[in-house]
C-alpha cells in the first residue's frame, strides 16, 4: 500500500539525524516513534470512513482504546477536503 510505504517513510525521517539537519535546521532527530503507540485500532481504511462523519468515529474510536488501555490522554487528527486538516488531544479523567 503506497499510503503504509508513506507512513513508514515518515517514520524513518522523524528518527533520521541527517533528516532533521538537511531538511528542519535541527541538529539531532526528532525521535524515535513507539509503534505501539500508534494507529492502535487502525487507520480509517480498517475503522471506516462515513461521510461527514469521520471525527465523531474517531472519537468515539479513541474513547473506547483509553478506557480499554486504561489510558488517559490520546490524540486523533483527519484530514479535510482542500487540504485541511484538524488534530485533538483527549484528555479523559
Known sequence: EAF???????????ESKEFAKTH???SAAV????MDRLNISGSSISLGHPFA??????LTQLLHDLKR??????LISAC???GLGAAMIVEVA
Do not use: E
Open 69 to 74: 488501555m486504561n489510558k488517559t490522554t490520546g
Open 53 to 58: 462523519a469521520t471525527g465523531t468515529r474517531q
Open 24 to 26: 528542519l535546521n535541527r
Open 31 to 34: 525521535g524515535d516513534v513507539d
Open 4 to 14: 503504509a510505504a508513506q507512513v513508514l517513510s515518515n517514520v524513518q525521517a522523524l
Open 80 to 82: 479535510a477536503a482542500g
